[in-house]
């Protein structure tokens, strides 16, 4: 584990990615206590003050401070961002390996089908879930999850297969091995790498696409502080105070950019290249 | 490529679009216990529960309605919307209309920018060039579309005031007025695209240009210049076509949000508005011609690529 | 006179992240025009870095410390960019190892010939197609007309290295290179190129470096031959005079571990006791889909017997079938016919009790695919332990039985040699004491040093436990150093099944001939 660390930080990528996940893992955990007002705190006499001493990101159209809701709203982010790519990953998985294992006409059917699922691109099946489960987060979730899925057995199978036709799988059928010692012992073990490295990236689409449902109004509800909603919000009065939209849209991108360069950089670190 | 192949293709695309109207349906109609409650909400009375239903046939088994659906939207009858009365599928056909129009804009500035900046990233691979733009690219993919979108409103109306931050002209009606109500939404969903096919671009040149067969043609003495332009170009630029039929998924996916921010009529604001206010027939018919659009432009790209590429070789 | 190319005191290295590697080291060689100077190295030797050298075509990270090239009277580390293209393909060609790859898929025959002979010969387009067509039937390509307007993907793996062969050639340099040229082919297709090769040279009177990890066919082909170990040239001599007498040690150990069927191996002779009878055994991958044909058969009504303590040969080129009779015998491929072992029928993978599974093992061709990257040794030979009941304390005897050292029970594969890696394969496969072992081209990936080794452990393995053997190879002179008996097949038929000593006899099926005429004998 500790080889893995260091071979990630050797690279610019995986040292930035790093860092700012741990800065989101910090904010996430310890955030309220670092937040210097209670986000919900309205304060009608510094509405949309500028970034300064008082509010260091300045405050939005209810005085409320901008930097609270934002450490505040990491909590209601990137915990829901990981268990949709949990969950959409880990079916995917079991159903992509699964396929693999099966082989023959079932996988080409179970892959035919996954295509045909694919022809709805993810943010309308997620519309589709939400709009018939209710808005909500957990909702949000369960429909970004099932969003996930099949693109995550795709690729999945596609690593499951190759493992699959290795040699050292055919010594294991040779030997008589069992189909679950064959799945569980031999596949898996090779199959994991590239699997948390793709769902790595997973977590930065999830965090978009989460983001998004709660701009469209479907995901968290007000008041929030969740940041797509934020930006939401701050679209009406975005030349009066600017910050107030600035400041979530960053917050999106670089906990996106932290979770992309974290699995760029693992893709690097876990396949040791060939020099010559 | 064979008449077998050719058959075979359009078989699979046959076997999506029906995939997908099962998918559709069972999420909007066969998922929820009721469908009739949640599309009147909860304080709806028990008659206009009963009428809904009557009107919907969602008393009949689901397997019923679901051939029932089936059979008319197959013949292009999605029903009538339950917002306007007016028939559904000629409102979600002129509405994509309008996305189309957006959408081929988007993909020609994307082509004609990204192709090329991939390309020549690719060239300068390592280089200060090279890293610039793979960092921008970067940037671009990692931002959702209203992040981008609104940002860029926000940067470009202030100071070119002449560009409408909303709204939609037909270029039937104004094509001055159209083309500078086009800008912006073009702008925003050609960055995020550029962004992605730039990527992709510079990646699949640089496999071109370190393989072997380039590495011959350099060997036997052929000048740079010959080498990249006869050997290596038309390689790189193979993939532009499944490239572009990717970009197709992601415009389709982005579009939703694009036509919400700068309210543009097209389908994926008829969608939303469909979806906020519950009406069903509207969804539905929103969604398979979404869905079915991307299936027909995949199907295309994989015929117009198997011309192209003569390795291929199809049994 | 000046050589055609001389190479003095030249030195290379290899940056790395691990500082920098030694790749050359006071290289010094020398060809005269007209002559053939033959480089034999293993793996790993810097042989190929040599080629690239000289054609200018070095990693990023390379820096070469010391030393000239010169190219006649061109110094080639001192030519601009733009004075290569000049050299390049004009005055110093080059053949490569895999010619699938060498051409490039979209672009025809004819253009990629034309190309290089209107920029060096200054033709005009319809001289230059001319001049192709008439080079293309010089390298015995039948209907070369035909051949211009075809791309790579139409024609074999023989004729795309004679295109290659013919455009280098085409150009008229002084010197041309040839990295591995016949590696990627086939046994009979290597020989014919090498045979085309030695045509064209006493035509042209071209100088050659001609690069091969293969001593015994470099002494048919080349002047001199210059021995290069761990990038330093150890020898350089007369071609038949470095063969039958070798001056130094690392010489004499490649000359020794070069197979020689003269030289046999084992001496003593089976027992009668059949082991395992294989009748009508067709092996068919792929059925018949929609709109698809079935594909034909890989193997079609196969037998053979196999006795006790018995070594069988199995030989044939690719896609001859004969692995497809390795994944038949362990159940890996579905077969039509049956086997016979232990007094038992068996018409499928699934008749295949423990029993069986325990006395019939399989060794695969590359070790790094045949061990789980993620399970230590220990583990990969305790399972069929486990399976068949032996006792987990037996790993440190089982590696010992390979000599491979106790600790490396603790290693994981990446952290073995190929060598290494193969032993670790076999005492898998010898774990259940088996009656039967499959060796599917075993040794092909590594050198012939390394080879030698293997083979001597295989032969004391058997003395040790009577296993018989299925050795499938497609290297002839190998096994007619060890097997008892030789079966040859060819696109899925048994050809031949004969006993070693037969083996030159005049009644052998004339594929089988053309086979021991491709396997050069070699010279000393």
Same mark, same amino acid.
């Given at each position: ?57 300045? /405050? ?5 401070? @901008? ?58 099946? !997620? ?62 073990? +090779? ?7 793709? /769902?790595?990236?997973? %977590? ?18 007000? &008041? ?53 | ?18 995939? %997908? ?24 009375? &028990? ?49 994509? $209309? ?80 159209? #083309? ?10 050609? @960055? ?32 740079? *210049? ?9 390689? !790189? ?79 | ?59 990023? +990270? ?63 387009? *319809? ?19 035909? #051949? ?49 090769? /030695? ?24 002047? *001199? ?14 071609? !038949? ?13 490649? @000359? !020794? ?23 009508? #055994? ?37 896609? $001859? ?18 086997? $016979? ?50 006792? &987990? ?128 004998? &070699?010279?000393?």
């Amino acid at each position: 584990m500790t080889e893995l660390l260091t071979r990630l930080v050797r690279k610019p990528q995986g040292a930035i990615g790093l860092a700012l996940l741990i800065v989101l893992a910090a904010a996430c955990v310890c955030g309220p206590w670092f937040a210097p007002y209670a986000p919900e705190k309205m304060d009608f006499l510094g509405r949309f003050r500028a970034p300064g001493w008082q509010h260091w990101l300045g /405050a939005d159209q209810f005085g409320r401070d @901008v930097m609270s809701r934002l450490l505040v709203g990491t909590r209601a982010t990137i915990p829901m961002a990981l268990a949709a790519t949990l969950i959409g990953s880990g079916t995917g998985a079991m159903i992509g390996t699964a396929s693999a294992y099966l082989g023959g006409r079932l996988d080409e059917i179970i892959m035919r089908t996954i295509d045909a699922v694919m022809a709805i691109p993810g943010l309308l099946m !997620a519309l589709l879930l939400v709009s018939t489960l209710g808005n909500g987060a957990g909702n949000a979730v369960l429909a970004i999850a099932v969003a996930f899925t099949p693109s995550m057995v795709r690729i999945t199978r596609a690593v499951a297969l190759s493992v699959r036709h290795q040699d050292y799988v055919k010594v294991a059928l040779a030997r008589g091995e069992g189909a679950a010692w064959i799945v569980f012992r031999e596949m898996l073990p +090779n199959v994991m790498a590239p699997i948390v490295i793709e /769902a790595t990236i997973r %977590v930065s689409f999830a965090i978009m696409l989460f983001a998004t449902l709660s701009f469209l109004g479907l995901g968290a509800q007000p &008041p929030a502080s969740e940041w797509g909603l934020m930006v939401a919000e701050a679209r009406q009065y975005m030349h009066q105070a600017p910050w107030v939209l600035i400041a979530p849209s960053a917050a999106i991108a670089l906990a996106a950019i932290a979770f992309n360069l974290v699995g760029d950089g693992l893709r690097d670190a876990l396949n040791p290249k060939d020099e010559r | 490529m064979t008449f077998a192949w050719l058959v075979r293709r359009l078989l699979l695309m046959l076997y999506t679009i029906v995939i %997908v109207g099962v998918l559709v349906f069972a999420i909007t109609q066969a998922l929820p216990a009721d469908a009739a409650q949640t599309l009147l909400g909860e304080n709806a009375s &028990p008659e206009a529960l009963a009428a809904v239903r009557e009107r919907l046939g969602l008393n009949d088994p689901v397997w019923l309605q679901f051939v029932h659906w089936a059979t008319r939207a197959a013949a292009g009858d999605f029903g009538v919307s339950m917002r306007t009365g007016l028939p559904v599928a000629p409102e979600m056909l002129t509405a994509l $209309s309008r996305s189309l129009l957006l959408a081929v804009c988007a993909l020609i500035v994307t082509v004609a920018v990204a192709v090329p900046l991939g390309i020549f990233a690719a060239l300068r691979q390592g280089r200060l060039a090279d890293t610039v733009t793979s960092v921008v690219a970067y940037l671009g993919v990692s931002l959702p579309e209203f992040v981008t979108a609104t940002v860029l409103t926000l940067l470009l109306t202030d100071k070119l005031p002449f560009l409408p931050a909303t709204g939609y002209v037909s270029p039937l009606e104004d094509v001055g007025s159209a #083309i500078r109500h086009l800008v912006l939404p073009v702008l925003t969903v050609s @960055v995020i695209l550029i962004a992605h096919v730039m990527r992709m671009m510079r990646s699949e040149t640089l496999d071109v240009l370190q393989s072997d067969y380039i590495r011959a043609a350099r060997l036997k003495g052929l000048p740079e *210049r010959t080498v990249l332009a006869r050997h290596a170009l038309r390689n !790189a630029l193979l993939p532009v076509v499944t490239i572009i039929a990717l970009d197709v998924g992601y415009l389709l996916g982005g579009i939703i949000v694009i036509e919400e921010i700068f309210a543009i009529p097209g389908i994926g604001r008829a969608l939303m508005i469909a979806i906020t206010t519950r009406d069903l027939p509207s969804i539905q018919a929103g969604a398979v011609i979404m869905a079915v659009t991307y299936a027909l432009t995949n199907t295309a790209a994989d015929v117009v690529y198997a011309l192209l590429d003569r390795r291929i070789r199809y049994d | 006179m000046t050589p055609a190319l001389s190479i003095q005191n030249y030195g290379l290295d290899y940056v790395t992240s691990a500082g920098p590697v030694e790749v050359l080291r006071n290289i010094s060689l020398e060809i005269a025009p007209g002559e053939v100077l033959g480089l034999v190295g293993e793996s790993g030797s810097g042989k190929s870095s040599l080629a690239w050298a000289l054609m200018r075509h070095l990693p990023r +990270n390379a820096r070469e410390i010391s030393g000239s090239l010169k190219l006649s009277d061109i110094d080639l580390r001192q030519l601009a960019p733009k004075q290569l293209t000049g050299v390049r393909g004009r005055r110093i060609g080059m053949v490569f190892q895999d010619p699938s790859t060498a051409l490039n898929p979209t672009l025809t025959i004819g253009r990629q010939i034309t190309e290089a002979l209107q920029r060096h010969r200054g033709l005009r387009p *319809r001289e230059a197609d001319a001049l192709a067509i008439e080079l293309l039937g010089h390298v015995e390509l039948r209907n070369p007309a035909a #051949i211009m307007r075809r791309y790579p993907h139409e024609i074999s793996g023989g004729e795309k290295q004679r295109v290659v062969i013919a455009t280098a050639f085409g150009c008229r340099p002084e010197v041309i290179l040839f990295d591995e040229p016949t590696t990627a082919l086939d046994v009979i297709t290597g020989a014919r190129i090498l045979d085309l090769f /030695a045509r064209l040279r006493t035509e042209t009177r071209v100088a050659a470096l001609y690069i091969s990890h293969d001593l015994a066919m470099m002494t048919r082909v080349a002047d *001199r031959v210059a021995v290069i170990k761990h990038g330093r040239v150890v020898e350089q001599a007369g071609a !038949a005079e470095i063969f039958r007498a070798p001056r130094a040690a690392e010489t004499r150990a490649l @000359v !020794a571990a070069v197979p020689r069927p003269e030289r046999r191996l084992i001496h003593d002779t089976p027992d009668e006791t059949v082991v395992l009878a294989a009748k009508a #055994i067709g092996v068919r991958y792929g059925n018949r889909g929609l709109f698809r044909a079935a594909p034909p058969p890989a193997t079609n009504a196969i037998a053979f017997s196999i006795r006790a303590g018995e070594i069988l040969g199995l030989v044939g080129e690719s896609g $001859s079938g004969k692995s497809s009779m390795a994944r038949a015998l362990t159940g890996l491929a579905r077969f039509s016919g049956e086997i $016979s072992f232990a007094g038992r029928t068996l018409r499928g993978a699934q008749d295949m009790n423990a029993a069986y599974r325990r006395d019939v093992q399989i060794v695969f061709q590359h070790p790094d695919a045949s061990l789980n990257p993620r399970h230590r040794v220990g583990e990969i030979l305790s399972r069929p332990l486990k399976l068949y009941g032996g006792n &987990p304390a037996d790993i440190a005897r089982m590696l010992d039985q390979v000599r491979l050292p106790a600790s490396y029970a603790q290693r994981f594969p990446h952290q073995l040699s190929g060598g290494e890696k193969q032993r670790v394969a076999i005492a898998r496969a010898f774990a259940t004491r088996p009656k039967l072992v499959i060796c599917d081209e075993i040794t092909a990936p590594l050198d012939v040093s390394v080879q030698a080794q293997i083979i001597e452990l295989l032969l004391a393995l058997r003395a040790e436990t009577g296993a018989a053997y299925l050795f499938i190879t497609h290297d002839l002179n190998l096994i007619r150093q060890i097997a008892h008996r030789i079966a040859v097949m060819r696109r899925g038929e048994l050809v031949d099944c004969l006993p070693v000593e037969d083996f030159d006899a005049d009644h052998v099926h004339p594929y089988t001939s053309e086979l021991m005429a491709a396997s050069p004998v &070699p010279v000393g």
